[in-house]
Nanobody, 111 residues
Framework: QVQLKESGGGLVQSGGSLRLSCTAS????????MCWYRQVPGDERERVAC???????VYAETVEGRFTISREYAKKSLDLQMNNLRPDDTAVYYC?????WGQGTQVTVSS
């Protein structure tokens, strides 16, 4: 059974930082492109950042320069370091690979 489990969300003030983590089980992690998405109620899910098996990265324009995606192969974990957070970063953040999704973790940024 494939499981993706996110952690690290919470409430932070504007300008602050949070680090999200996602651990994968039941799946071959090292050969998959992994992504972070986010969603605000009523809006479409937005791709935030992705990292390939050889650690190439791509970011949404809205987070470029503020967020950093990384992966740790031995731990089968995917991280998202979020700096200089803004209120419009408030969303539920999801870990994703192929057709598998985590349950999401809430990030709330207060102004």
């Amino acid at each position: 059974q494939v499981q993706l489990k996110e952690s690290g969300g919470g409430l932070v003030q504007s300008g602050g930082s949070l680090r999200l983590s996602c651990t994968a089980s039941g799946i071959s992690f090292n050969d998959k492109t992994m992504c972070w998405y986010r969603q605000v109620p009523g809006d479409e899910r937005e791709r935030v950042a992705c990292i390939t098996p050889d650690s190439r990265t791509v970011y949404a324009e809205t987070v470029e320069g503020r967020f950093t995606i990384s992966r740790e192969y031995a731990k089968k974990s995917l991280d998202l370091q979020m700096n200089n957070l803004r209120p419009d970063d408030t969303a539920v953040y999801y870990c994703q690979t192929q057709w598998f999704w985590g349950q999401g973790t809430q990030v709330t940024v207060s102004s």
